[in-house]
């Protein structure tokens, strides 16, 4: 065996996320290319079933990608012109342009800064101004895999009258402690729908994918209608073209009721995502074991508190999609763009997650937010940093990345 010459050997680049993809999975994939259904087919029908298990709810509707998700569930809820939603600053700019696909407003809730997720406070306040009644739904967001406060959130906006759907793209597999019992987060137990997305960097991955999980029986069947074409083959409306004249369904007949979109998932992206969907313990159990390792590392590197981790919030299962620490880059005197790029440099990825959404130049037109309307989504963001967080990394790589970080800091 050649030997390899350390100082010439290469590290390998250890990207802030990204996916696993096992034997397994593709011979998941083969068997589906070797069936006779591509799409519309009964692998969607299975990662459906599969997907509802696993969290726990009655229905979910796969589609494309999360924001479809985002858009299909606006859809299936009527919102609209005049009606407004809620959502937290810190996240993908998809939970605030769903709103705007079907015409309604969209207002912020700030976040708690030491977790990145929605304030609870902040949204009762928002509630509290809203006297004519115009918020229609609150999407609070699971962020970073750790479970928001969903049940205060859940209370506030229904004793408002609004809908809840949690953006939980970042928490499959994560769950929380309620009232004495374990609530896993998809059951839709404190919201009328929660959303996924099947991203790469997310922890199941299908290239793109994302779905819907109810316990409503009405959302279920709407989101299947919007999600294609808004076409319909049983149950129609036009019976004189739905049945012949023996009085038998016209086999070919599909009626269109409503404006509905291709948002469907293929079945070779569901293929990837049953099998994707069979290893998520492990995974959710890694990202865990990985996170403690980090959080050890960082309080020994860092005892100053230069560099924090995310606060953990009791009695709540983190899903770690992400791994976000905080970094006093004014106190170090290093601005955070030199910082990922000298960790760049070293191999190793990062990224911020988010830009406040309000503060994007479409969302300072749309809600006239300015720079201080957020403090704490503003004072989050001008610290945090996502490092590397996948099932495939290893203690030894997570001392790499703190020891370089260390180095960079100095
Ligand atoms: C919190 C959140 N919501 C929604 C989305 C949109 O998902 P997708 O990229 O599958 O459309 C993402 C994707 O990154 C996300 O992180």
């Not at 397994?24 to 029908?45: N, R």
């Not at 404006?259 to 290893?279: C, E, H, M, P, T």
Request: proline share 5%.
């Amino acid at each position: 065996m050649p030997q390899q010459d350390s100082k010439t050997a290469k590290r390998k680049f250890l990207p802030y996320g990204r996916q696993t993809v096992t034997t397994h999975d593709i011979a998941s994939v083969k068997e589906v290319l070797e069936s006779d259904w591509l799409t519309q087919g009964p692998m969607i029908d299975r990662f459906e079933a599969d997907l509802a298990e696993k969290v726990g709810s009655k229905y979910s509707v796969a589609c494309s990608n999360g924001t479809a998700a985002l858009h299909l569930a606006m859809l299936s809820l009527g919102v609209g012109r005049g009606d407004t939603v809620v959502t937290t600053p810190n996240t993908f700019l998809a939970d605030a342009n769903c709103a705007r696909y079907v015409g309604a407003n969209v207002a912020f809730a700030d976040i708690d800064a030491n977790t990145g997720n929605i304030s609870s406070e902040a949204l009762a306040n928002l509630l509290a101004k809203d006297h004519d009644k115009r918020i229609k739904v609150v999407i609070p967001v699971h962020f970073a895999g750790q479970p928001c406060d969903i049940a205060d959130i859940s209370y506030l906006a229904r004793k408002h009258g609004a809908f809840v759907v949690e953006d939980a793209c970042h928490a499959i597999g994560a769950s929380y402690e309620h009232e004495g019992s374990v609530i896993t987060v998809g059951s839709c137990y404190h919201s009328d729908l929660t959303v996924f997305s099947f991203h790469p960097v997310k922890h199941v991955a299908m290239g793109e994918g994302g779905a819907i999980t109810t316990n409503s029986y009405h959302l279920n069947e709407k989101l299947r209608l919007f999600r294609s074409h808004g076409m319909n083959k049983l149950d129609c409306e036009l019976a004189d073209m739905a049945i012949s004249p023996e009085g038998i369904p016209n086999p070919w007949y599909y009626e269109m009721r409503y404006l509905g979109y291709n948002y469907r998932l293929s079945d070779i992206q569901a293929g990837l995502g049953v099998s994707q969907l069979s290893r998520l313990d492990e995974s959710i159990a890694k990202r865990n074991q990985l996170a403690n390792v980090y959080d050890t590392l960082i309080s020994k590197a860092f005892p100053d508190g230069t560099v924090k981790p995310l606060k953990r919030e009791a009695g709540r299962l983190n899903a770690y999609h992400l791994y976000v620490i905080a970094i006093d880059f004014e106190g170090c005197g290093i601005s955070r763009a030199v910082v990922m790029n000298s960790l760049r440099d070293a191999g190793i990825g990062s990224q911020v997650h988010y830009v406040p959404v309000p503060l994007q130049p479409y969302y300072r037109k749309h809600t006239r937010a300015k720079e201080g309307d957020f403090p704490e989504a503003e004072s989050y963001y001008a610290t945090a940093l996502s490092i590397p967080m996948y099932p495939a990394l290893e203690p030894q790589d997570c001392e790499y990345v703190i020891a370089t970080l260390k180095n960079i800091l100095r």
